[in-house]
């Protein structure tokens, strides 16, 4: 059966895990881009990627970090999204040019649609990837077991919550910003 945790619900549960540094506080990641595709007919194309048959639509971004130096791979599977080939000239949608087939996509609802994402940040990992992975919301492979090196700190994630890096959370306001969402 597929999850139910959308964007929404996955920021929340952030926030709930520890409300002075998470959800609404969360620090700010100042730079993202669309990832590009390298090879094949799409290639230089946004890695935007609309599934008709399965109603989803792939998003790959990738952020720029500041508490880890590094560029993060953000990648978010949005479920339940309508899409279609004919234009239904409404404001509701957005347009999408795919392998030479153009497509309407219904904005996207941080509180509607189920969100399946994968960040490559050191907090995805150490924080949230194998229990997003139990709930069935990370994308990709179960992440590779961590063997714990020193017992001198606790746990990352006790309660065994499932949300979202800061990277997934902040990639709403560029969504928002790009006009694919309506939230």
């Keep these: 059966m597929a999850h139910t945790y959308t964007w929404q619900k996955l920021a929340n549960n952030a926030y709930r895990m520890n409300p002075k540094s998470r959800g609404p506080r969360y620090p700010y990641t100042p730079r993202f881009e669309y990832s590009s595709f390298t090879s094949g007919e799409n290639r230089g194309q946004k890695v935007i990627v609309p599934y008709k048959a399965t109603n989803t639509l792939l998003i790959s971004l990738r952020a720029w970090g500041v ?3 590094a560029l993060h ?6 479920s339940d999204v309508e899409i279609l080939t004919e234009n239904p000239n409404s404001p509701a949608y957005f347009q999408l040019k795919y392998k030479d087939t153009m497509y ?3 904005k996207l609802d941080k509180t509607k649609n189920p969100l399946t994402s994968r960040c490559s940040c050191a907090d995805e990992f150490f924080t949230w990837a194998l229990w997003k992975h139990q709930a069935g919301c990370l994308y990709g492979q179960k992440p590779r077991p961590y063997k714990r090196k020193t017992m001198t700190r606790p746990p990352r994630n006790p309660a065994h919550i499932v949300g979202i890096c800061k990277h997934v959370f902040n990639a709403w306001t560029y969504l928002k910003n790009s006009g694919m969402t309506v939230n």
């Design 67 to 69: 508490t880890q130096s």
């Design 73 to 78: 791979n953000v990648t978010m599977l949005f």
């Design 104 to 106: 309407w996509i219904k």
